[in-house]
DNA sequence: ATTCTGACGTGGG
DNA sequence: CCCCACGCCAGAA
């Protein structure tokens, strides 16, 4: 459990960074992290964030802006009901003007330098 | 130990 | 445009 030093982590890291009302993908952290092609492992790691820290994975979607791990909220479309209370308008778990709600860590947090 | 799957992403046909 | 396969790593059967 404290021994997730790693990958884990820090997506826990990243994600925990994400502000109010804003998204990103599992594949933009996985890079961030160096791991561009190990997004699953973000999604892997938002799961067992479950029973570790208040990690907001309801604001890490596929890059579609859909929101495949919904299911894994507990409720049928709680994760789409939080993103909502957020002001991020999803339609049929997909995210309208992704654009405009997407957070890029390297635009926030620069480069990842820090981890 | 082996096999498959998985909250993804990209590329090829 | 749609379908399939590969890569990546970790955990469960």
Same mark, same amino acid.
């Given at each position: 459990? !404290?021994?997730?030093?790693?990958?884990?982590?820090?997506?826990?890291?990243?994600?925990?960074?994400?502000?109010? #009302?804003?998204?990103?993908?599992?594949?933009?952290?996985?890079?961030?992290?160096? +791991?561009?092609?190990?997004?699953?492992?973000? #999604?892997?790691?938002?799961?067992?964030?479950?029973? =570790?820290?208040?990690?907001? +994975?309801?604001?890490?979607?596929?890059?579609?802006?859909?929101?495949?791990?919904?299911?894994?909220?507990?409720?049928?479309?709680?994760?789409?009901?939080?993103? !909502?209370?957020? #002001?991020?308008?999803? =339609?049929?778990?997909? =995210?309208?003007?992704?654009?405009?709600?997407?957070?890029?860590?390297?635009?926030?947090? #620069?480069?990842?330098?820090?981890?």
């Amino acid at each position: 459990m !404290e021994d997730s030093n790693n990958f884990f982590s820090k997506v826990y890291v990243v994600v925990k960074q994400i502000p109010y #009302g804003r998204v990103t993908s599992y594949g933009a952290v996985a890079k961030y992290l160096g +791991a561009a092609r190990s997004a699953r492992m973000v #999604g892997w790691a938002m799961n067992a964030s479950h029973s =570790i820290e208040d990690v907001p +994975a309801h604001r890490v979607v596929n890059k579609q802006g859909l929101l495949t791990g919904k299911h894994h909220f507990g409720g049928t479309n709680l994760m789409q009901q939080l993103l !909502e209370s957020e #002001g991020v308008v999803v =339609i049929d778990n997909q =995210i309208q003007n992704l654009d405009m709600y997407l957070w890029d860590p390297w635009k926030e947090l #620069g480069t990842p330098q820090d981890l």
